[in-house]
């Protein structure tokens, strides 16, 4: 299984820049469904799949501890000796509490909508 981590350990920064796209489409789709009234839809999708990707990063931190390991990213440049390392956890909450409070906000904003005949 360790081996396994250290094969997947190169797709995880992709996979922070992913959910930080997703983050951004978010917060944008929220803005707007508040000012334009439209992007209930896009809110509460990408929310969900920034908590999916939240819940992620946390679990492979529990299993990178059970494992013995301490997983993080490295956002420098390593070629170079520099060294920026986030751990797994940290990356997993700065996308799970945005990715409720996305998918909660499109989701009211959904049910208002519907009730409006929007």
């Not at 679990?59 to 070629?79: K, M, R």
């Not at 799970?96 to 929007?118: D, F, N, S, T, Y």
Request: proline share 4%; charged share 10%; hydrophobic share 60%.
């Amino acid at each position: 299984m360790l081996d396994l981590m250290v094969k997947m350990m190169p797709l995880m920064l992709p996979a922070v820049y992913a959910g930080a796209a997703l983050l951004v489409i978010g917060v944008l789709a929220t803005l707007a469904r508040v000012t334009l009234g439209w992007g209930h839809a896009v809110a509460r999708l990408s929310g969900w799949l920034l908590v999916a990707f939240g819940v992620f990063f946390l679990a492979s931190q529990a299993v990178g501890i059970y494992l013995g390991a301490a997983p993080a990213i490295n956002f420098a440049d390593s070629t170079k000796f520099e060294f920026d390392l986030k751990p797994f956890w940290q990356i997993g909450l700065a996308m799970l509490v945005p990715g409720i409070l996305i998918a909660l906000l499109g989701g009211r904003a959904a049910r208002q909508a519907e009730k409006r005949g929007i």
